[in-house]
């Protein structure tokens, strides 16, 4: 028995595969991105090929692969945010007590989307950072957010990381915060479910509707000894 079969070529499959990538996001981006992420969704699926003893593909495993394309793809775009949101304060020589370490970490578990307020912004993106696992965090101001939205909510979404923290200074209005903010927590009220968003504003900003409101007031004893 003779078999004819018709199959596109390389280019008119990688084409394929793009949209099929893209037509599953709700957040979408311009083509180049897709095109990197492309590139670094096709290397294991290339190695699973190309192995003699190949298991059966699974959704869950078509998932993981892409998952780790995004990051993989959106990764010095995420640092570069990260390193510009921080570098004020990642040289301040302040650590926590352990112990409030703690206690912040069990107000924030288990909760989807948190609006922290603190009386000194700084020092509570400090803690937050020994809160939560750095490689697993997006920090951004709300101006990084507001320009950049598409691209860092398509890049959270799809990526490994699981929290989303938005910095919100003095400079930022309340009904800005009010406006965007909720927005980014219906993102994933019903999905997502691995994913967290913290808004940190100062103390005098409003409360965001729908948002589990957590108060953080600075004092010397929640600095470690030394």
């Known amino acids: ?8 070529d390389q280019w008119e499959l990688d ?3 793009e949209e099929e990538i893209k ?11 897709y095109k990197s992420e492309l590139q670094h969704f096709k ?12 298991e059966n593909i ?25 390193e510009s949101c921080t570098k004020k304060f990642v040289s301040i020589p302040l650590k926590f007590s352990d112990s409030d370490i ?30 939560v696992p750095q ?19 398509h890049a959270w979404l799809g990526g490994h990381w699981e929290w989303l923290i938005v910095l919100c200074d003095t400079n930022v209005q309340n009904s800005d915060i009010s ?8 993102i994933i009220k019903y999905d997502h479910l691995n994913k967290r968003v913290i808004i940190l504003t100062a103390s005098s900003a409003e409360q965001i509707t729908g948002v589990f409101l957590v108060e953080h007031e600075f004092n010397f004893e929640h600095l470690s000894n030394n």
Request: hydrophobic share 35%.
């Open 179 to 186: 406006d965007t903010c909720p927005d980014v927590s219906d």
């Open 15 to 17: 084409d394929l595969i």
């Open 43 to 54: 290397t294991p699926l290339e190695n699973w090929w190309r192995s003699k003893k190949r």
């Open 58 to 82: 699974t959704p869950e495993m078509l998932t993981d692969w892409l998952q780790r394309a995004k990051t993989k793809a959106w990764a010095s775009d995420i640092s570069g945010s990260f």
């Open 1 to 8: 028995m003779i078999i004819f079969t018709g199959q596109k």
């Open 23 to 33: 037509n599953q996001d709700s957040i979408k981006v311009n083509r180049e991105k």
């Open 102 to 131: 703690s206690r912040l970490q069990a107000e924030l578990s288990n909760k989807r989307a948190v609006h922290l307020r603190s009386d000194a912004l700084t020092l509570c993106s400090m803690l937050l950072l020994d809160c």
């Open 135 to 153: 490689p697993k965090c997006i920090f951004v101001t709300y101006e990084s957010l507001q320009s950049n939205k598409n691209t860092l909510l």
